[in-house]
């Protein structure tokens, strides 16, 4: 299985959609994960023709390895959002979709909603033939370790863990090189990140 090693426009989140793939191209990527994050980094438009997306990534040189569709999955917008971003993944031919317990924000990880929740995501990404990918992130999902217990609550084969190697820091203070061992077989993505703490 080839991993390929991608730039992700919401490292651009201030820029552009069209900086953003500018810039990954310049760097020598040649795949790129795209964000379409509510209230966050809305570079990729969901309800948009997705051949004028495909001709602007072929402009590039680039192609897209995942979607970071992150939404509030503790709540019914979140989740009408995640199966919007899965669907629009599946058609588009992505494999993978990142997203969040709580979105980008984590405001509220109410732990209870989110499991009532996955599993309707999960169901519609097995339908569109699409990973979900939960990032490290947050207090339910501070650390892989920390994870684990909830992956086994959802029981779905297509929800692993999107492996954030900054956020591990930021939100247990655990090592990634201690903590990542411990979950890599349920890794899909990483976001691969350093962090000076704090």
């Known amino acids: 299985m080839i991993n390929p090693l991608a730039g992700h426009t919401n490292s651009y989140h201030?820029?552009?959609h069209d900086e953003a793939l500018a810039g990954i191209a310049a760097?020598?990527?040649k795949h790129v994960e795209l964000s379409a994050v509510p209230g966050w980094t809305e570079h990729v438009d969901l309800d948009a023709d997705k051949g004028e997306l495909r001709r602007k990534l072929d402009g590039y040189g680039l192609e897209p390895v995942s979607l970071s569709g992150h939404s509030d999955l503790t709540t019914a917008d979140g989740l009408e959002h995640g199966l919007k971003a899965v669907r629009w993944a599946g058609e588009y031919g992505i494999p993978i979709v990142n997203t969040a317990v709580g979105g980008h924000q984590s405001a509220d990880e109410n732990e209870s909603a989110f499991l009532g929740n996955i599993n309707a995501l999960a169901?519609?990404?097995?339908?569109?033939?699409v990973l979900i990918a939960p990032e490290i992130h947050g207090?339910?999902?501070?650390?892989?370790?920390?994870t684990l217990p909830l992956l086994e609550k959802i029981g779905r084969d297509n929800v692993k863990i999107n492996y954030d190697t900054a956020n591990v820091v930021f939100y247990s203070g655990d090592s990634a090189v201690?903590?990542?061992?411990?979950?890599?077989?349920?890794?899909?993505?990483?976001?691969?990140?350093?962090?000076t703490g704090g």
Not at 183 to 192: E, M, N
């Open 178 to 195: 201690e903590d990542i061992p411990k979950v890599a077989d349920q890794i899909a993505h990483v976001h691969l990140m350093d962090t």
């Open 14 to 16: 201030t820029y552009s």
């Open 27 to 29: 760097a020598g990527f």
């Open 139 to 146: 207090d339910i999902m501070a650390s892989g370790e920390v």
């Open 123 to 129: 169901d519609e990404a097995e339908r569109a033939g």
